[in-house]
């Protein structure tokens, strides 16, 4: 599968910004999807993921509460709703996959993925 991420930019803290990820190729419903960022100087951290058919997600404790993972199996996309963005948030997102069909309960290793896109840069300003 290849994936590719768009909708970044650059917006103000407490704003808002929607992330797309989408897939070629077929049986996207089958894999467990990520969202993986790597911020400035920084190693690529993971953000959020989601099950295969998006009954389970899992968050990192720093978006909890600000950023939604969700998906579309019909349209091939899983997207990223983030709001009350903040400038440590500013990151280069990347999404992820890997062949799966699992229950999400915890942060995923970026090792454990099969497929990465490219990512999408946003940035906050304070």
């Known amino acids: 599968v290849q994936l590719q991420a768009f909708g970044g930019g650059l917006v103000q803290a407490g704003g808002s910004l929607r992330l797309s990820c989408t897939a070629s190729g077929r049986a996207f419903s089958t894999y467990t999807l990520g969202w993986f960022r790597q911020a400035p100087g920084k190693e690529r951290e993971f953000v959020a993921a989601?099950?295969?058919?998006?009954?389970?997600?899992y968050y990192a404790d720093s978006v909890k509460g600000r950023l939604t993972v969700s998906r579309d199996n019909a349209k091939n996309t899983m997207y990223l709703q983030m709001n009350s963005l903040k400038p440590e948030d500013t990151a280069v997102y990347y999404c992820a996959a890997r062949l799966s069909m699992e229950v999400v309960r915890g942060p995923f290793a970026e090792n454990t993925m099969n497929y990465w896109g490219k990512g999408t840069e946003v940035t906050v300003s304070s």
């Open positions: 989601i099950s295969w058919g998006g009954g389970s997600t």
